[in-house]
């Protein structure tokens, strides 16, 4: 059983809607993160929102949150991996939209902003999961560009944007951009003990 | 457009999610805009959506289509949130045949002549004079236009037909169907005189990235209003076409 992070809770109590945050996890602990930051924004200030998967399918990770007990109800998927490896759309998941690929980031935005439109919730939230599975596909100047939109979008219409990003793969000019567009950090980058 | 004596002409606000925004607020009343796009790329949809949001203001709008039969596009358009049928039973969207329009007319040749023209022309200026009717799709021109065989008459149509539908203030889109290869070579029209008489220009189409099709819509032309030129990106969802500026590092292809 996955033990999960009690001050990433207590981080996210002072925030406001219009933040931005850069979440700053190494590759074995994202998805503890996730579910962390996922827990305290579903169970206790009954947020919801969307979150675009770039890392892995929306099943798996709906799978895992629901057994930690984090209801996954109020969240809409927009999955960017399962469509593009042909059969990995097969799911009963009626919360889990798919896009071709991760290259269109235009549409996973647009995508973002139609569920909000269809209201999802009164305090909103979007999630980012992840910069550098992005960055494998997305060149470096198209990926900032697209990460300065992004925040400004969402600070604008009062909607919490989460961006997770495993640094140490993430190429130096987006992870510059990243620092100077999120109005908060949480850092749990992975601890390299020699 | 703003002039120096302050005058800014009244629009037609079109309510389609960010276009009236790079619009800078909406369509000078009683435009022809040309709707120019390749196949698939949602000109059929912007202009059912132009009408349907004329339509929840309570204006009278009309669509004639050329390329399927009114019950086909209204089974298609169906798939829609934004649209009711309830639209249609009020009247406040009227949707025409072309075909039954040409044999209303006795207009059984293949190809039209001067006095066809005339006559169609009429035909449609009644119908919206009649009913009242501010917002108007023809769906599309490029299909209409084959049954015209020379440039001038063409030129003609358009043109008078423009003429008459602003003096009746009612804002007009006119459908053309390009070739993807023509759309790469800036021409926004099938005869290359549409684009020349209509008073704004939507292009809609396709960027390839890395092996994927992105829809992108661009107003390449609007007179009476400053405009953004970018390129959008498009989505077409259930509840309407929605844009986004395209990423500049990523929207040359």
Known sequence: MIELDQKIAEQLSDVGLNSSMQVRCGTSNSFTVTASILNPLINVFEMGGVYISASRGANEIIEGLESLGIPTGNIQFLDMVSSGILGGTNTEHTNISYIDSPIMLESALLRTMYHFRKKLTERNFVILDSVNALAIYNEERMLAEYLHTFVNTFRQREVLSVIINVPDQTPPGVLANLDLYCTDLIDRGQIVIN | ?253
């Open chain 2, 1 to 253: 457009m703003e002039s120096a004596a302050g005058y800014v002409r009244d629009r037609c606000v079109t309510g389609i999610h960010g276009l009236d925004e790079i619009l800078r607020g909406g369509i000078p009343y009683g435009s022809t805009v040309l709707a120019a796009g390749s196949c698939g790329c949602g000109k059929t949809t912007l202009g059912l959506e132009f009408l349907v949001r004329g339509a929840e203001n309570g204006e009278a709008c009309a669509h004639f289509t050329a390329t399927e039969p009114s019950v086909k596009l209204l089974d298609n358009v169906r798939q829609y949130d934004f649209f009711d049928m309830r639209m249609v039973d009020k009247g406040l969207i009227n949707v025409f045949d072309m075909d039954v329009l040409y044999s209303w007319l006795g207009l059984t040749k293949a190809t039209f002549d001067l006095g066809d023209i005339h006559a169609l022309i009429k035909a449609i200026t009644d119908i919206v004079n009649t009913i009242g009717v501010t917002r108007l799709v023809i769906d599309s021109v490029t299909t209409l236009c084959y049954k015209i065989q020379s440039e001038q008459l063409i030129r003609d149509f358009l043109f008078t037909l423009g003429k008459k539908l602003s003096t009746l203030g009612c804002t007009t889109l006119l459908i053309s169907e390009i070739t993807s290869e023509k759309s790469g070579v800036n021409m926004w029209s099938s005869f290359g005189v549409e684009e020349a008489i209509s008073d704004g220009i939507i292009v809609l189409g396709d960027v390839e990235r890395m092996g994927h099709l992105l829809r992108f819509l661009q107003v390449v032309k609007m007179r009476g209003t400053s405009h953004s030129r970018a390129k959008y990106a498009v989505e077409l969802t259930s509840i309407g076409v929605m844009l986004t500026p395209m990423l500049k590092w990523g929207s040359s292809g």
